[in-house]
Protein backbone atom coordinates (compact mmCIF):
# COMPACT_ATOMS: atom_id res chain seq x y z
CA UNK A 1 0.00 0.00 0.00
CA UNK A 2 1.61 3.37 -1.26
CA UNK A 3 2.33 5.78 1.55
CA UNK A 4 0.79 8.59 -0.84
CA UNK A 5 -2.94 7.17 -0.13
CA UNK A 6 -2.98 7.77 3.62
CA UNK A 7 -3.66 11.10 5.08
CA UNK A 8 -0.67 11.97 7.05
CA UNK A 9 0.71 15.02 9.43
CA UNK A 10 2.00 17.67 6.92
CA UNK A 11 5.37 17.37 8.40
CA UNK A 12 5.75 13.63 7.94
CA UNK A 13 4.79 14.20 4.26
CA UNK A 14 7.46 16.60 3.91
CA UNK A 15 10.12 14.08 5.90
CA UNK A 16 9.36 11.61 3.65
CA UNK A 17 9.53 13.35 0.34
CA UNK A 18 13.31 14.87 2.04
CA UNK A 19 13.93 11.24 3.02
CA UNK A 20 13.32 10.20 -0.42
CA UNK A 21 15.74 12.56 -2.26
CA UNK A 22 18.44 11.43 0.69
CA UNK A 23 18.27 8.19 -0.06
CA UNK A 24 16.26 6.99 2.98
CA UNK A 25 13.74 6.00 0.55
CA UNK A 26 10.26 4.84 2.44
CA UNK A 27 7.41 4.33 0.18
CA UNK A 28 5.03 1.74 1.39
CA UNK A 29 3.41 1.42 4.40
CA UNK A 30 4.93 -2.27 4.42
CA UNK A 31 8.00 -0.30 4.50
CA UNK A 32 6.60 1.52 7.52
CA UNK A 33 5.38 -1.27 10.00
CA UNK A 34 8.98 -3.41 9.85
CA UNK A 35 10.74 0.06 11.57
CA UNK A 36 10.20 0.96 15.34
CA UNK A 37 9.12 4.63 16.60
CA UNK A 38 12.82 5.39 17.14
CA UNK A 39 14.26 3.62 14.11
CA UNK A 40 11.41 5.79 12.19
CA UNK A 41 12.61 9.13 14.09
CA UNK A 42 16.47 8.65 13.41
CA UNK A 43 15.34 7.58 9.40
CA UNK A 44 13.05 10.74 8.88
CA UNK A 45 14.50 13.14 11.43
CA UNK A 46 11.07 13.64 12.92
CA UNK A 47 9.91 13.75 16.70
CA UNK A 48 8.93 10.49 17.96
CA UNK A 49 5.41 11.38 18.28
CA UNK A 50 5.08 11.92 14.86
CA UNK A 51 6.65 8.51 13.64
CA UNK A 52 4.29 7.14 16.41
CA UNK A 53 1.68 9.10 14.38
CA UNK A 54 2.74 7.26 11.42
CA UNK A 55 2.70 3.95 12.49
CA UNK A 56 -0.81 3.99 13.82
CA UNK A 57 -1.88 5.69 10.52
CA UNK A 58 0.28 3.02 8.45
CA UNK A 59 -1.40 0.44 10.76
CA UNK A 60 -5.01 1.46 10.10
CA UNK A 61 -4.61 1.49 6.75
CA UNK A 62 -3.22 -1.54 6.35
CA UNK A 63 -4.90 -3.60 8.43
CA UNK A 64 -8.64 -2.39 8.65
CA UNK A 65 -10.21 -2.65 11.97
CA UNK A 66 -13.22 -5.39 10.10
CA UNK A 67 -10.05 -8.14 9.87
CA UNK A 68 -8.25 -6.93 13.14
CA UNK A 69 -11.43 -7.41 15.16
CA UNK A 70 -14.34 -10.09 15.23
CA UNK A 71 -16.59 -11.32 18.20
CA UNK A 72 -16.27 -14.61 20.16
CA UNK A 73 -19.49 -15.70 18.82
CA UNK A 74 -17.97 -15.54 15.15
CA UNK A 75 -15.06 -16.96 15.86
CA UNK A 76 -16.76 -19.79 17.21
CA UNK A 77 -19.25 -19.68 14.49
CA UNK A 78 -16.33 -19.62 11.64
CA UNK A 79 -14.58 -22.80 13.40
CA UNK A 80 -17.80 -24.94 13.29
CA UNK A 81 -18.48 -23.99 9.93
CA UNK A 82 -14.50 -24.92 8.77
CA UNK A 83 -15.02 -28.32 10.37
CA UNK A 84 -13.11 -31.33 11.10
CA UNK A 85 -11.68 -33.86 8.66
CA UNK A 86 -12.72 -37.82 9.29
CA UNK A 87 -9.91 -40.05 9.23
CA UNK A 88 -12.51 -42.54 7.91
CA UNK A 89 -13.08 -44.84 11.32
CA UNK A 90 -15.95 -44.19 14.27
CA UNK A 91 -13.29 -45.04 17.18
CA UNK A 92 -10.63 -42.63 16.37
CA UNK A 93 -12.71 -39.61 15.07
CA UNK A 94 -13.95 -40.07 18.55
CA UNK A 95 -11.28 -39.89 19.90
CA UNK A 96 -10.21 -36.58 17.79
CA UNK A 97 -13.73 -35.28 18.10
CA UNK A 98 -14.54 -35.63 15.24
CA UNK A 99 -11.19 -35.88 13.32
CA UNK A 100 -8.61 -33.62 12.31
CA UNK A 101 -9.18 -30.06 12.11
CA UNK A 102 -8.88 -28.01 9.40
CA UNK A 103 -7.26 -24.84 11.17
CA UNK A 104 -3.44 -25.09 12.69
CA UNK A 105 -1.22 -27.42 12.51
CA UNK A 106 -1.71 -30.95 13.51
CA UNK A 107 1.74 -33.14 13.81
CA UNK A 108 1.41 -37.26 14.06
CA UNK A 109 4.65 -38.74 15.91
CA UNK A 110 5.62 -42.06 16.48
CA UNK A 111 8.30 -45.09 16.08
CA UNK A 112 8.93 -47.29 12.59
CA UNK A 113 6.17 -49.07 12.01
CA UNK A 114 3.58 -47.79 14.29
CA UNK A 115 1.00 -46.71 10.81
CA UNK A 116 1.99 -42.85 10.46
CA UNK A 117 1.56 -43.34 6.84
CA UNK A 118 -1.13 -45.98 6.91
CA UNK A 119 -2.79 -43.05 8.41
CA UNK A 120 -2.10 -40.43 5.95
CA UNK A 121 -2.80 -42.61 3.08
CA UNK A 122 -6.17 -42.94 4.72
CA UNK A 123 -6.95 -39.24 4.94
CA UNK A 124 -6.01 -38.53 1.33
CA UNK A 125 -9.04 -40.75 0.69
CA UNK A 126 -11.35 -39.31 3.15
CA UNK A 127 -10.37 -35.76 2.18
CA UNK A 128 -12.42 -36.89 -1.32
CA UNK A 129 -15.69 -37.37 0.73
CA UNK A 130 -18.54 -35.38 0.80
CA UNK A 131 -18.62 -32.96 3.34
CA UNK A 132 -22.12 -34.95 4.81
CA UNK A 133 -19.67 -38.25 5.24
CA UNK A 134 -16.77 -36.12 7.03
CA UNK A 135 -15.23 -35.04 4.43
CA UNK A 136 -14.13 -31.84 2.51
CA UNK A 137 -14.73 -32.65 -1.23
CA UNK A 138 -11.32 -31.85 -2.44
CA UNK A 139 -7.63 -32.90 -3.23
CA UNK A 140 -4.91 -34.00 -1.17
CA UNK A 141 -1.05 -32.64 -1.96
CA UNK A 142 1.19 -35.43 -0.51
CA UNK A 143 4.83 -33.92 0.04
CA UNK A 144 7.23 -37.51 0.51
CA UNK A 145 10.55 -36.88 1.63
CA UNK A 146 10.47 -40.54 1.36
CA UNK A 147 9.16 -42.68 -0.74
CA UNK A 148 5.30 -42.70 -1.65
CA UNK A 149 4.09 -46.53 -0.73
CA UNK A 150 1.84 -46.62 -4.37
CA UNK A 151 0.72 -50.28 -4.34
CA UNK A 152 -0.61 -49.96 -0.45
CA UNK A 153 -2.11 -46.48 -1.65
CA UNK A 154 -3.88 -48.92 -4.79
CA UNK A 155 -4.98 -51.24 -2.16
CA UNK A 156 -6.82 -48.52 0.28
CA UNK A 157 -8.18 -46.87 -3.06
CA UNK A 158 -10.16 -50.67 -3.48
CA UNK A 159 -11.62 -51.19 -0.71
CA UNK A 160 -12.70 -47.37 0.11
CA UNK A 161 -14.26 -47.47 -3.27
CA UNK A 162 -16.43 -50.29 -2.37
CA UNK A 163 -17.01 -49.05 1.10
CA UNK A 164 -17.90 -45.64 -0.27
CA UNK A 165 -20.00 -45.03 -3.26
CA UNK A 166 -18.85 -41.61 -3.09
CA UNK A 167 -15.43 -42.05 -4.56
CA UNK A 168 -16.79 -45.10 -6.64
CA UNK A 169 -17.54 -42.33 -9.97
CA UNK A 170 -13.93 -41.31 -10.00
CA UNK A 171 -10.24 -43.25 -9.59
CA UNK A 172 -9.50 -41.51 -5.78
CA UNK A 173 -5.32 -41.70 -6.98
CA UNK A 174 -6.22 -38.63 -9.44
CA UNK A 175 -7.27 -36.45 -6.37
CA UNK A 176 -3.72 -37.01 -4.82
CA UNK A 177 -1.21 -35.24 -5.51
CA UNK A 178 2.68 -36.54 -4.72
CA UNK A 179 5.54 -34.16 -4.59
CA UNK A 180 8.62 -35.84 -3.80
CA UNK A 181 11.42 -33.29 -2.19
CA UNK A 182 14.74 -34.36 -0.59
CA UNK A 183 15.86 -31.08 1.43
CA UNK A 184 14.23 -28.25 3.53
CA UNK A 185 15.00 -25.30 0.81
CA UNK A 186 12.53 -27.21 -2.18
CA UNK A 187 10.45 -28.02 1.23
CA UNK A 188 10.04 -23.75 1.24
CA UNK A 189 9.99 -23.62 -2.32
CA UNK A 190 6.97 -25.84 -2.56
CA UNK A 191 4.96 -24.31 0.47
CA UNK A 192 5.98 -20.65 -1.01
CA UNK A 193 5.30 -21.65 -4.53
CA UNK A 194 3.79 -24.69 -6.04
CA UNK A 195 1.57 -25.37 -3.32
CA UNK A 196 -0.40 -21.85 -4.22
CA UNK A 197 0.08 -22.42 -7.61
CA UNK A 198 -1.56 -25.57 -7.67
CA UNK A 199 -4.38 -24.56 -4.83
CA UNK A 200 -5.56 -21.48 -7.98
CA UNK A 201 -6.25 -24.98 -10.17
CA UNK A 202 -7.27 -26.95 -7.88
CA UNK A 203 -9.62 -27.25 -4.76
CA UNK A 204 -7.13 -28.54 -2.10
CA UNK A 205 -8.68 -29.45 1.47
CA UNK A 206 -5.49 -31.83 2.91
CA UNK A 207 -1.88 -31.41 2.73
CA UNK A 208 0.40 -33.84 4.45
CA UNK A 209 4.06 -33.85 4.89
CA UNK A 210 6.07 -37.56 5.42
CA UNK A 211 7.84 -36.49 6.94
CA UNK A 212 9.29 -33.03 8.29
CA UNK A 213 12.34 -34.70 9.91
CA UNK A 214 13.68 -36.61 7.03
CA UNK A 215 14.97 -33.26 5.05
CA UNK A 216 16.87 -32.22 8.13
CA UNK A 217 18.16 -35.25 9.11
CA UNK A 218 21.70 -36.56 7.89
CA UNK A 219 22.40 -39.53 5.56
CA UNK A 220 25.53 -40.94 7.44
CA UNK A 221 23.43 -43.22 9.51
CA UNK A 222 24.18 -41.26 12.45
CA UNK A 223 20.17 -39.94 13.04
CA UNK A 224 21.11 -36.76 14.47
CA UNK A 225 22.96 -35.34 11.69
CA UNK A 226 21.54 -32.30 9.41
CA UNK A 227 21.86 -31.15 5.64
CA UNK A 228 21.64 -27.56 7.06
CA UNK A 229 24.90 -26.33 6.41
CA UNK A 230 27.73 -27.12 8.72
CA UNK A 231 24.78 -28.36 11.25
CA UNK A 232 23.67 -25.11 11.99
CA UNK A 233 21.09 -25.34 14.67
CA UNK A 234 20.11 -21.72 14.32
CA UNK A 235 19.64 -21.73 10.72
CA UNK A 236 17.72 -25.06 11.03
CA UNK A 237 15.57 -23.43 13.47
CA UNK A 238 15.03 -20.53 11.00
CA UNK A 239 14.43 -22.84 8.29
CA UNK A 240 11.37 -24.60 10.48
CA UNK A 241 10.10 -20.98 11.19
CA UNK A 242 9.86 -20.70 7.91
CA UNK A 243 8.20 -24.09 7.04
CA UNK A 244 5.97 -23.50 9.67
CA UNK A 245 4.65 -20.16 9.16
CA UNK A 246 3.96 -20.99 5.59
CA UNK A 247 1.77 -24.42 6.42
CA UNK A 248 -0.25 -22.08 8.74
CA UNK A 249 -0.96 -19.78 6.29
CA UNK A 250 -2.69 -22.34 4.33
CA UNK A 251 -4.27 -23.89 7.48
CA UNK A 252 -6.09 -20.45 7.86
CA UNK A 253 -7.23 -20.93 4.21
CA UNK A 254 -9.35 -24.21 5.54
CA UNK A 255 -6.94 -26.75 4.65
CA UNK A 256 -6.56 -29.58 7.09
CA UNK A 257 -2.51 -29.62 7.55
CA UNK A 258 -1.20 -32.59 8.73
CA UNK A 259 2.83 -33.30 9.43
CA UNK A 260 4.31 -36.76 10.12
CA UNK A 261 7.30 -36.66 12.51
CA UNK A 262 10.12 -39.06 13.43
CA UNK A 263 10.82 -39.55 16.90
CA UNK A 264 14.55 -39.51 18.96
CA UNK A 265 15.14 -41.74 22.08
CA UNK A 266 14.99 -40.21 25.55
CA UNK A 267 18.53 -40.87 26.92
CA UNK A 268 19.00 -41.10 30.93
CA UNK A 269 16.32 -43.79 32.07
CA UNK A 270 16.45 -47.70 31.01
CA UNK A 271 12.43 -47.07 30.30
CA UNK A 272 9.46 -47.71 32.37
CA UNK A 273 7.16 -51.03 33.76
CA UNK A 274 3.71 -50.64 32.74
CA UNK A 275 1.30 -52.73 34.55
CA UNK A 276 -2.44 -53.48 33.28
CA UNK A 277 -5.87 -53.79 34.93
CA UNK A 278 -8.67 -54.86 33.45
CA UNK A 279 -7.12 -54.09 30.28
CA UNK A 280 -7.76 -50.15 30.09
CA UNK A 281 -6.43 -48.98 33.48
CA UNK A 282 -2.69 -48.84 33.74
CA UNK A 283 -0.88 -48.43 37.32
CA UNK A 284 2.47 -47.31 36.96
CA UNK A 285 5.50 -49.46 38.16
CA UNK A 286 8.42 -47.25 36.91
CA UNK A 287 8.45 -43.49 35.30
CA UNK A 288 10.23 -42.13 32.19
CA UNK A 289 10.81 -38.60 31.18
CA UNK A 290 9.05 -37.41 28.33
CA UNK A 291 6.80 -40.55 27.82
CA UNK A 292 3.09 -39.28 27.99
CA UNK A 293 0.97 -41.21 31.20
CA UNK A 294 -0.97 -43.64 30.04
CA UNK A 295 -0.19 -43.97 26.58
CA UNK A 296 -0.04 -47.93 26.84
CA UNK A 297 -1.03 -50.98 24.30
CA UNK A 298 -3.67 -53.13 26.50
CA UNK A 299 -2.61 -56.27 25.43
CA UNK A 300 -5.60 -59.08 25.05
CA UNK A 301 -7.77 -56.93 27.95
CA UNK A 302 -6.81 -58.91 30.50
CA UNK A 303 -3.74 -57.75 31.85
CA UNK A 304 -0.04 -57.59 31.73
CA UNK A 305 2.94 -55.81 32.04
CA UNK A 306 5.36 -54.06 29.28
CA UNK A 307 8.68 -52.24 29.88
CA UNK A 308 10.16 -49.86 27.07
CA UNK A 309 11.97 -46.98 26.28
CA UNK A 310 10.37 -43.49 26.26
CA UNK A 311 10.58 -41.63 23.11
CA UNK A 312 10.22 -37.57 21.96
CA UNK A 313 9.38 -35.98 18.68
CA UNK A 314 12.19 -35.02 16.62
CA UNK A 315 13.35 -31.15 15.64
CA UNK A 316 13.58 -29.99 19.05
CA UNK A 317 11.42 -26.74 20.85
CA UNK A 318 11.87 -24.92 17.36
CA UNK A 319 9.46 -27.30 15.44
CA UNK A 320 7.20 -27.84 18.57
CA UNK A 321 6.01 -24.42 18.84
CA UNK A 322 4.93 -24.70 15.23
CA UNK A 323 2.61 -27.46 16.67
CA UNK A 324 -0.64 -26.68 17.40
CA UNK A 325 -2.27 -30.83 18.02
CA UNK A 326 0.05 -33.42 18.58
CA UNK A 327 -1.51 -36.82 18.33
CA UNK A 328 1.43 -39.77 19.10
CA UNK A 329 0.99 -43.52 17.19
CA UNK A 330 2.89 -46.45 19.56
CA UNK A 331 3.47 -49.92 18.02
CA UNK A 332 4.52 -52.20 21.29
CA UNK A 333 5.25 -55.62 21.82
CA UNK A 334 2.76 -55.88 24.55
CA UNK A 335 2.95 -58.80 27.44
CA UNK A 336 -0.41 -60.54 28.42
CA UNK A 337 -0.93 -62.80 30.92
CA UNK A 338 -1.85 -66.04 29.84
CA UNK A 339 1.25 -68.18 28.35
CA UNK A 340 5.01 -69.17 29.52
CA UNK A 341 6.09 -67.97 33.01
CA UNK A 342 8.20 -64.91 32.99
CA UNK A 343 9.56 -63.21 36.42
CA UNK A 344 8.71 -59.81 36.79
CA UNK A 345 10.57 -56.65 37.87
CA UNK A 346 9.78 -57.50 41.73
CA UNK A 347 10.34 -61.00 41.46
CA UNK A 348 7.16 -62.73 40.94
CA UNK A 349 6.76 -64.74 38.15
CA UNK A 350 3.74 -63.96 35.65
CA UNK A 351 2.17 -66.14 33.02
CA UNK A 352 2.44 -64.34 29.63
CA UNK A 353 2.17 -64.24 25.88
CA UNK A 354 3.60 -61.88 23.68
CA UNK A 355 1.31 -59.45 21.53
CA UNK A 356 1.60 -56.37 19.12
CA UNK A 357 -0.50 -53.40 20.05
CA UNK A 358 -1.14 -50.02 18.03
CA UNK A 359 -1.68 -47.01 20.17
CA UNK A 360 -3.35 -43.26 18.94
CA UNK A 361 -3.44 -40.65 21.97
CA UNK A 362 -4.02 -36.91 21.81
CA UNK A 363 -0.57 -35.36 23.45
CA UNK A 364 -1.42 -32.06 23.16
CA UNK A 365 -4.55 -30.13 21.85
CA UNK A 366 -6.29 -26.54 22.64
CA UNK A 367 -9.93 -28.48 21.38
CA UNK A 368 -9.24 -31.87 22.43
CA UNK A 369 -8.76 -33.83 26.37
CA UNK A 370 -5.80 -36.03 26.43
CA UNK A 371 -7.08 -39.68 25.75
CA UNK A 372 -5.78 -42.67 24.01
CA UNK A 373 -7.32 -45.77 21.95
CA UNK A 374 -6.06 -49.08 20.33
CA UNK A 375 -6.57 -49.70 16.92
CA UNK A 376 -5.43 -52.04 14.14
CA UNK A 377 -4.35 -51.93 10.88
CA UNK A 378 -6.13 -53.91 8.62
CA UNK A 379 -6.30 -54.79 4.73
CA UNK A 380 -8.81 -51.93 4.37
CA UNK A 381 -7.11 -49.18 6.64
CA UNK A 382 -6.78 -48.51 9.97
CA UNK A 383 -9.52 -48.99 12.69
CA UNK A 384 -9.77 -48.27 16.19
CA UNK A 385 -10.91 -50.31 18.97
CA UNK A 386 -13.92 -49.31 20.92
CA UNK A 387 -13.52 -50.65 24.28
CA UNK A 388 -9.82 -49.72 24.51
CA UNK A 389 -10.49 -45.49 24.63
CA UNK A 390 -9.69 -44.35 27.98
CA UNK A 391 -8.16 -41.00 29.24
CA UNK A 392 -4.58 -40.75 29.56
Same mark, same amino acid.
Given at each position: ??????????????? +??????????????????????????? $??????????????????? =????????????????????? @?????????????????????????? =?? !???????????????????? #???????????????????????????????????????????? $?????????????????? =????????????? +??????????????????? @?????? @????? $?? #??????????? $??????????????????????????????????? #?????? &??????????? &??????? !???????????????? *?????????????????????????????????????????????????? *???????????????????
Amino acid at each position: MDLSTIDLHPRTVSA +LRTGKSAHSNLTTAEEVLIESESQLAA $RLRISEPLSRDLLLSASRA =YYPAECRVSTALALRTEQRAR @GRLTVGDPVLDRVLKGGVPTQGITEV =YG !RSGCGKTQMMLQICLTVQLP #RELGGLDADAVYVATENFPNKRFMQLCAHFRSRFPALATHDPGT $RVHVIKVSDPETQNHILA =YQLPALASRRRIG +LVVIDSIAAAFRGDDGGGN @GSRVDG @GDAAE $RA #RQLCEIGAGLK $RMADAGVAVVIVNQVSDAFGDGGEDVRFVNGVAPV #RVGAAP &GYPAGMVGVGD &GVGGIWR !RPSVVPALGLAWSNQV *NTRIVLDRSESVCLGGEDLVSGGGEEVSHSAAISRTLGVRFAPHLPLTFC *NFNIVAGGIEGVAHDLSPM
